[in-house]
């Protein structure tokens, strides 16, 4: 009898011991959900809705030009869902090989959600991914900026953007998916000037 009864304890254990290896069996695991995507070579909304807005509007002549030499380059946004920021991108103009100081900010709340300085290529739009995507909430107006540093010339302040002809107001808001640009700024050694041009700064959305 107590034969029978050690044969069934270790058929026991060989059963749990099976059920606990095949726990780890990655088909045997509830499926996690995909992981998110920084991706910089698909269009982003930025950009589309620099080019809609150009497209769309052959009457009013905006102009995607380099433009306005003042220090800091500002536009303000929001979205209309929940988006994460995961990243950003910019181009050196002006002949500048030094850094940028790009801030973004959380103007609902007066919070500086990221603050770092970095180098653009002058050929092509230069894209910096974050270490941590900043989550966006709807509602909230948040701003993006870029500010020349340590310049020599004025030439070092221009950037690219979109423009009217003759200088006229932008008619903002503009809205392309859950992107909304509501205005823009430009100060620093000069200014303020208000919504005159759309800074080329491209945001990133996580996908």
Not at 84 to 111: A, M, P, R, V
Not at 129 to 149: F, H, K, S
Not at 173 to 190: K, R, W
Request: with cysteine; hydrophobic share 35%; aromatic share 10%.
């Amino acid at each position: 009898m107590k034969n029978i009864m050690l044969s069934f304890r270790i058929y026991l254990c060989l059963i749990a011991l099976l059920a606990s290896c095949n726990s780890d069996d990655p088909a045997s695991l509830p499926p996690q959900p995909p992981q998110a995507v920084c991706d910089t070579n698909s269009p982003t909304l930025f950009q589309q809705l620099i080019a809609n807005t150009i497209a769309n509007n052959p009457s009013i002549q905006y102009i995607d030009d380099v433009f306005m030499d003042l220090d800091t380059h500002q536009y303000n946004f929001e979205v209309t869902s929940a988006e994460s920021i995961c990243g950003f991108g910019y181009q050196s103009q002006g002949g500048f090989t030094g850094q940028y100081g790009i801030e973004i900010l959380d103007i609902t709340n007066s919070n500086v959600l990221y603050s770092n300085q970095h180098s653009f290529s002058a050929t092509t739009t230069d894209y910096v991914q974050l270490p941590n995507p900043i989550q966006l909430v709807v509602g909230n107006e948040y701003a993006i900026l870029r500010t020349v540093l340590n310049r020599q010339d004025l030439d070092d302040q221009l950037g690219r953007g979109l423009r009217i002809q003759n200088s006229l107001s932008i008619p903002y808001p503009f809205t392309q998916g859950s992107l909304t640009i509501l205005s823009s700024t430009f100060f620093g050694s000069g200014g303020p000037v208000n919504n005159i041009v759309v800074p080329y700064i491209d945001l990133v959305f996580s996908q």
